[in-house]
């Protein structure tokens, strides 16, 4: 089997900030592993990102401006072009 190429990533968190991040971690999953925690927020983030790309794209294709979808999605005009260009 293929090894996968992963990446890691370093964090550095004021105290606070990392109690309150392991305190919602362990409300969510049930356990504290800020790791896969972590990258169930990337993952949910990036599809999310994904999905409204696609809803983007279906407005731009009915006809609406960048300036008209970027009031439903309350971003700038700016924003909705760049995303729709990549």
């Given at each position: 089997?293929?090894?996968?190429?992963?990446?890691?990533i370093k964090v550095t968190l004021p105290s606070d900030l990392y109690?309150?991040?392991?305190?919602?971690?362990i409300e969510v999953t049930g356990?504290?592993?800020l790791s896969a925690f972590t990258r169930q927020l990337i993952r949910s983030r990036v599809n999310q990102d994904n999905s409204n790309t696609q809803?983007?794209?279906?407005?731009?294709?009915?006809?609406l401006t960048f300036s008209e979808i970027g009031k439903i999605y309350n971003i700038s005009?700016?924003?909705?072009?760049?995303?729709?260009k990549d």
């Open positions: 089997m293929p090894k996968i190429k992963q990446h890691q109690n309150d991040y392991s305190r919602v971690c356990e504290k592993n809803d983007l794209q279906m407005l731009r294709n009915r006809g005009r700016q924003a909705v072009q760049q995303r729709l």
